[in-house]
């Protein structure tokens, strides 16, 4: 509930610095001006995706309403055949003395990503880092 009234706050800023009113935008989106009240209020329960997505679009901005779910859950679940693969290779690391750590994330200065896969083989001080891939 409360991340919905923060983003009806960030829409009717945007809304306002574009000089744009409700009733306006809402015609830039193609919808009624009680779409975008209910919007920029965070009563968003009942408002379609498509209506949500029209907003941000006729303001310019990123979509507020995308749909998918992001992490190594997601896709692990759409790809078994690469978590497979993945899973194989931290088996074979693992049994010669690898520390493996499956979907590491990272952050660098605001560049942000992941690998398939990152080892450790503190013997002979071997760093891996690899992304694994079941199709080219």
């Known amino acids: 509930m409360a ?3 923060q983003v009806g706050r960030v829409v009717r800023d945007v809304r ?7 009733a306006r935008l809402a015609e830039r989106a193609g919808l009624g001006r009680d779409s975008v009240s209910r919007l920029e209020r965070g009563l968003v329960e009942g408002l379609p995706i498509g209506a949500i997505r029209s ?3 006729a303001l310019g901005m990123p979509s507020l309403a995308p749909l998918g779910w ?4 997601v896709d692990r679940l759409r790809d ?3 978590a497979g693969l993945v899973e194989n290779v ?9 520390a493996f750590e499956p979907e ?5 200065y ?8 990152l080892a450790w083989h503190a013997e002979h001080g071997a760093l891996l880092i690899g992304e694994i891939k079941t199709r080219i």
């Open 3 to 5: 991340d919905d009234v």
């Open 16 to 22: 306002r610095a574009r000089k744009l009113s409700q």
């Open 55 to 57: 907003i941000s679009r």
């Open 70 to 73: 992001r992490g190594p859950e």
């Open 80 to 82: 078994r055949c690469h």
């Open 90 to 98: 931290a088996q074979l690391l693992m049994a010669s003395g690898w």
């Open 104 to 108: 590491y994330t990272f952050s660098y």
């Open 110 to 117: 605001g560049d942000r990503g992941s690998v398939d896969a």
